[in-house]
């Protein structure tokens, strides 16, 4: 399976929920994107585990990420539910070029 990912802005993260199943608890949190797409431009993500989780501990409303991701799919009562899981988020590199030529070792030696 190749790799998914997908670019947008952070516009919210919400509270960690405590989820227990089969006598077993699980951390989760979720966090939406927006992609800039004329149509379905929000994207929801969840992580799970306490380590996911911490993914997002550098990372602000407003800020650019790259968020990669599995796609899964489990069928309840003749129905197909989806979920993504995001396992890894990098902050975007900026294009900003307003300080070109500052830096002593942008200048030509001669």
Request: negative net charge; aromatic residues 12%.
């Amino acid at each position: 399976m190749n790799t998914l990912s997908i670019t947008g802005i952070l516009i919210q993260i919400h509270d960690k929920e405590t989820i227990e199943s089969k006598g077993k608890k699980w951390l989760k949190q979720t966090f939406l994107i927006d992609v800039g797409g004329e149509y379905n431009n929000e994207i929801c993500f969840q992580l799970f585990g306490e380590e996911k989780i911490k993914l997002l501990d550098n990372y602000k409303i407003g800020d650019q990420i790259e968020v990669f991701f599995n796609l899964s799919s489990k069928q309840y009562n003749n129905r197909y539910y989806h979920n993504i899981d995001a396992w890894k988020i990098n902050g975007s590199i900026s294009n900003d070029n307003t300080d070109k030529g500052t830096d002593e070792s942008d200048q030509l030696p001669f």
